[in-house]
């Protein structure tokens, strides 16, 4: 089915510089970008994202870290995106992802792991309305 997804490129992301390989990497598959914009969110933006997370012992360190820099938020649109962005972008943990996706490439970190993808239909229709609630 067609299907949107909201993606984030992590503050990591752009420190490093990834943006550009990272984005080629969606849009190579197929992928079409509906919407993007480079943001530096605050710790209230990070708790509405990641609010089944917020109760979590990782989840302090990961606020800081969402809220470092500028991130790089994009909605993706594809045949099948929130299935297909989560192969893309392999498992959270850099260090267990395999070779070929994003995070098996280029991270070694269970936390800066440079991408998000949203998990479910239900979790995309969430995210999308939080980031981009004009679309
Ligand atoms: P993401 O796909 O954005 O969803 C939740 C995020 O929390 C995840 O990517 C990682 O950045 C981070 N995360 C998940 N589990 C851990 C963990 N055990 N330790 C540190 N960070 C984590």
Do not use: C
Request: aromatic share 6%; charged share 25%; proline share 6%.
């Amino acid at each position: 089915p067609m299907q949107r997804t909201l993606v984030l490129l992590k503050p990591d992301a752009v420190r490093r510089g990834l943006v550009g390989a990272i984005l080629s990497r969606f849009e190579q598959r197929g992928l079409r970008i509906v919407a993007l914009e480079q943001r530096v969110i605050d710790g209230a933006q990070a708790d509405r994202h990641y609010a089944e997370h917020v109760e979590r012992d990782f989840y302090p360190p990961l606020r800081d870290f969402v809220t470092s820099g500028p991130l790089v938020a994009l909605v993706l649109e594809g045949d099948s995106a929130i299935e297909v962005v989560r192969g893309i972008n392999g498992a959270t943990d850099g260090r267990k992802a395999a070779p070929g996706t994003i995070r098996g490439d280029l991270s070694l970190s269970n936390r800066e792991n440079l991408v998000h993808g949203s998990d479910s239909p239900e979790s995309a229709e969430r995210e999308i309305a939080i980031w981009f609630p004009g679309l």
